[in-house]
């Protein structure tokens, strides 16, 4: 899993390493969540998260065509960073694009060399969609959001407004879907998915109707953004 497309497919330029690393962090990931299951998956991409996150490398692009001295593109941002732009799309276009579009960008290149835009199209032609936002936002440009979040309970509408803000300060704001998990008053657990503009504040209500005050309110429960989350309330 690790070496497969380093050495069947690789970049064509040195900035494109995250094309060889970035595939072999993310399907050793995915080998652990087939051997041992999906919370040990979770597991290894939050820890991978934390250790983007602490990075100072996290304020360079992962396509970084800048950097002169090359073994410094063996960083957090080419393998980490890399895999976790990798689980984004896959929950973005869903398995079968993700999947039959890696094997046709394998396909095409097999034994020779590639860029991140004979991926992107590859997976384009099989999602049906164009993202070139997508990766744009995770590879060309530096960071990650940092979204805090707010909430309130309305008793006459019996609604959650959701507040997410992403401060501005380091990193112009990001575009992405969230899953946030709604704890009601009895325990239960209400799933809902909203998608957060690229905007510094992005209020939402909720489509849910509460009888009372809910419990918490828990952003990406399952490991599905790369994000430096400031906690709810």
């Known amino acids: 899993a690790h ?3 380093g050495d069947a497919v690789t970049e064509r330029e040195w900035g494109h390493l995250w094309l060889s690393e970035g595939f072999a962090t993310y399907f050793e990931a995915l080998w652990t969540r087939h051997a041992f299951g999906d919370s040990a998956f979770r597991a290894e991409m939050a820890r991978t998260r934390v250790e983007i996150i602490r990075d100072p490398v996290i304020s360079r692009p992962v396509i970084d065509s800048g950097q002169a001295d090359l073994m410094r593109l063996l960083n957090t941002n080419s393998y980490q960073k890399g895999g976790w732009t990798l689980h984004m799309l896959r929950l973005l276009v869903g398995d079968s694009a993700f999947f039959h579009g890696i094997r046709d960008y394998y396909a095409a290149h097999r034994d020779g060399n590639a860029l991140t835009d004979d991926l992107m199209r590859a997976v384009e032609n099989r999602a049906g969609v164009k993202l070139g936002w997508f990766f744009d936002q995770w590879l060309r440009r530096p960071g ?4 805090s979040s707010d909430w309130r309970y309305d008793p006459a509408s019996r609604r959650v407004t959701l507040e997410i803000v992403q401060p501005t300060q380091f990193f112009a704001p990001y575009r992405f879907p969230l899953t946030v998990d709604v704890i009601d008053a009895a325990g239960a657990v209400h799933r809902v998915h909203v998608d957060i503009p690229a905007e510094p504040s992005t209020r939402v209500t909720l489509p849910l109707d509460l009888g009372a005050r809910p419990r918490n309110i828990v952003l990406d429960p399952d490991v ?5 989350f400031r906690v709810a309330r």
């Open 224 to 228: 599905e953004l790369l994000a430096d």
């Open 3 to 5: 070496q497969w497309f």
């Open 144 to 147: 990650v959001p940092s979204p």
